[in-house]
């Protein structure tokens, strides 16, 4: 294995950014309050590691449980619209009207059913990360090759065979992209949630810090949230290279 | 093997019904090499669905085996311009697919694996593809994805096969050598062929009757045996007569073309 520059850029970018910061912050002596420097928000981090981490832990589960459930949902639901088209043409203005609907004003009523805490923080994950999935598993069944589907259909074959010997594995491709949307979207969700009504969670840490003034700690509770961001979508774009190698035949060859 | 008697299809486009076929017959026979050319847009492909039962005339009737077609035959092999091998399976098991869904081999398929990938090897090796097997779609040229699609369409040992201009988007040279690949796998099994085609020296190459079509609304408007005599060789496409008839059917289609 060769060692490449290429291979260190992201490392680079990443630190450049911060250097570039804390450079900005020094220079121009910007308030900490308004924007603190990295290195205000690593001492923070290391300062608060405990509520950190408790809470982190605490976005991350409702997060996956939220994501779990709408990568089920999203599966079953792309199928179902992929299968048919009239129901396809059915769903589809319903289900876009849902996905234009703000989350976050979903939350309120989420709180009323279900009261304040985890629950509320999984449902929203879920209703955020659910879109994407269907929309992709259903484009995904809905381009099946007409003469792929004319070669099968000729020899008797029907309309469930056609699925499962062409349909689904034409999807999974788009289904393993699409998770990588879904799976930072349910972030977002997850954390909209708890920043308005929650005992725990990233988005209730920061909104406390927020509220005694510690900017330094709502940064540091950025970061954290960013770090997992980036830890679970690694982990799809994993699942997705693993799962699906045949559609990535171009980097495969290099 | 195949009758098309007075068949017309519509059927309803964007801007109202479109007449794809009108009033087509058209016979051919066990065992028999048959060319369909014609001008592009004339309903060459529809002619194609109507025979393997993917859509139903509007009028007339489509008989195959002696039965009035009523829905998919399943005793059709196809194959179309573009290969449309699944990438996500290897050459070999693209070739198996047909397998999977027909019967008698559908329900045996599990217990008879063996005996199954025996034969899709042997058929590989046929049309020059032996050892390809484990490879996947993309790892080859167009050439040898459409040798493989020969093969799909032709494992589960159909007595008609359907060719949709097969080899036209292949370069010349590949072209030539498959004709003589399909030749040869027709002269060996014999089954009865349906070549859909705009290539006419494919067509005098391979054919025993050629049939040629008219502009949209499609209909049969000659039908010419092809006396080359068999076995033909890729030299044939040199012989006076071969270029006359060539000719023929080109100022055929000219004509259709400007009427």
């Known amino acids: 294995m060769t060692f490449r520059t290429e291979d260190t850029a992201p490392w680079i970018f990443t630190i450049g950014l911060f250097v570039f910061w804390e450079a900005v912050c020094r220079i121009f002596s910007v308030d900490s309050f308004i924007l603190p420097a990295p290195s205000e928000i690593f001492s923070a981090a290391v300062r608060y590691a405990g509520p950190l981490w408790r809470n982190s832990f605490v976005t991350l589960w409702t997060t996956l449980v939220g994501f779990l459930l709408a990568v089920g949902f999203g599966l079953l639901l792309g199928l179902v619209v992929g299968w048919s088209r009239t129901i396809y043409r059915g769903l589809y203005p319903v289900m876009i009207g849902f996905n234009s609907i703000p989350k976050v004003a979903v939350v309120p009523i989420l709180v009323v059913w279900f009261g304040v805490g985890e629950v509320p923080a999984i449902i929203t994950a879920f209703l955020i990360s659910f879109f994407p999935i269907v929309v992709n598993v259903a484009t995904g069944l809905a381009t099946i090759e007409p003469e792929m589907e004319d070669v099968l259909r000729a020899l008797g074959a029907s309309k469930l065979d056609v699925m499962l010997k062409i349909g689904i594995p034409r999807a999974m491709p788009y289904f393993f992209g699409s998770l990588k949307v879904a799976i930072t979207l349910a972030f977002v969700g997850a954390v909209v949630s708890e920043t308005l009504a929650a005992n725990a969670g990233l988005g209730h840490l920061m909104t406390q810090a927020g509220s005694n003034f510690q900017m330094p700690l709502v940064f540091a509770g950025l970061l954290a949230l960013a770090i997992e961001g980036i830890g679970m979508y690694a982990v799809c774009a994993w699942l997705e290279y693993r799962m699906t190698g045949w559609a990535h035949r171009s980097t495969m060859n290099a | ?259």
């Open chain 2, 1 to 259: 093997m195949i009758e098309l008697d007075d068949v017309t299809l519509a059927y309803r486009g964007r801007t109202g019904p479109v007449l794809a076929l009108q009033g087509t017959s058209l016979k051919v026979g066990r065992g028999e090499f048959a060319a369909v050319v014609g001008p592009s847009g004339c309903g060459k492909s529809t002619l194609m669905k109507l025979v393997t039962g993917l859509v139903k005339p509007t009028q007339g009737r489509v008989l195959v085996d002696g039965h009035e077609v009523a829905g998919p035959v399943k005793i059709a092999g196809m194959a179309f311009q573009n290969a449309n091998m699944l990438p996500w399976r290897t050459v070999l098991e693209n070739v198996l697919l047909p397998l999977e869904i027909v019967e008698p081999y559908r329900s045996k398929f599990r217990a008879e694996k063996k005996q199954y990938v025996a034969r899709a090897e042997k058929l590989l090796d046929t049309v020059g593809l032996s050892g390809f097997g484990s490879r996947f779609p993309w790892e080859m040229s167009g050439g040898m994805q459409q040798r493989a699609s020969l093969c799909r369409s032709l494992i589960h040992d159909p007595s008609l096969l359907m060719l949709d201009e097969p080899f036209a988007a292949l370069d010349a040279f590949t072209r030539e050598e498959l004709w003589c690949v399909l030749r040869d796998v027709w002269e060996r099994i014999g089954f009865t062929v349906v070549l859909v085609t705009h290539d006419l020296r494919e067509a005098a190459f391979l054919a025993d009757t050629i049939h040629v079509m008219s502009a949209r609304p499609g209909r049969i408007i000659e039908t010419r045996k092809v006396d080359l005599p068999r076995p033909r060789d890729l030299e044939i496409c040199y012989d006076p007569r071969f270029s006359d008839l060539v000719q023929i059917l080109r100022h055929k289609i000219a004509e259709v073309r400007q009427a």
